[in-house]
C-alpha cells in the first residue's frame, strides 16, 4: 500500500524547500551536499530532489559535527564509520544470540545423552540382576 511508504525513513517525500525549511539551512546547503556526493536524494518524476527522514537525520548531524569544526567531508566520514559501527554492533549481538542459543541446546542434548546413558545403564544393571537371580535359582534346584 502507498501509505506503508509514509513510515519509511529511507522513502523521499521531502522536497528541498521542505527540508530546507525544516532544518533551518538553505536550500543552496543541500545543493552543495548532493554536488559532493555527500547525500543523495532521491528525484521526482519532474527531476526535482526529494529527501527521507534518514537523510533529514544525516544532515542534521552534518551540520551540529561541522559546526564542533568538522570539515564536511570529515562529518560524513564520522557519521558512515558510526553508521558501519552500529551495523557491526547488531551483527555481533545477533551472532552472540545465536551461539548462546545453540549452546543452551548443546547443553540439553548433552543433558538427554546423559540421562539416556543412566536409563541404559540402569536396564542393564536390572537385566544383569535378573539373570544372575536366574542363574542363582537354577543352581539352587
Not at 7 to 28: I, K, N, R
Not at 101 to 121: C, K, W, Y
Amino acid at each position: 500500500m502507498a501509505l506503508d511508504r509514509l513510515d519509511d525513513p529511507d522513502h523521499p517525500v521531502y522536497s528541498m524547500g521542505q527540508a530546507a525549511e525544516l532544518l533551518g539551512v538553505t536550500p543552496a546547503f543541500l545543493r552543495s551536499l548532493d554536488a559532493s556526493g555527500l547525500l543523495r536524494p532521491g528525484r521526482s518524476d519532474g527531476g526535482h530532489r526529494r529527501y527521507s527522514r534518514r537523510q533529514l537525520d544525516r544532515v542534521v548531524e552534518l551540520r551540529r559535527l561541522s559546526e564542533q569544526g568538522h570539515t564536511l567531508a570529515s562529518a560524513a566520514e564520522i557519521l558512515d564509520l558510526r553508521a558501519d559501527l552500529d551495523g557491526e554492533r547488531a551483527r555481533h549481538a545477533a551472532t552472540t544470540r545465536e551461539r548462546d542459543e545453540a549452546v543452551r541446546d548443546r547443553d540439553t542434548a548433552l543433558g538427554e545423552r546423559d540421562t539416556a546413558r543412566r536409563e541404559r545403564d540402569r536396564a542393564r544393571d536390572e537385566r544383569d540382576g535378573a539373570r544372575r537371580a536366574g542363574h542363582g535359582d537354577g543352581d539352587q534346584n
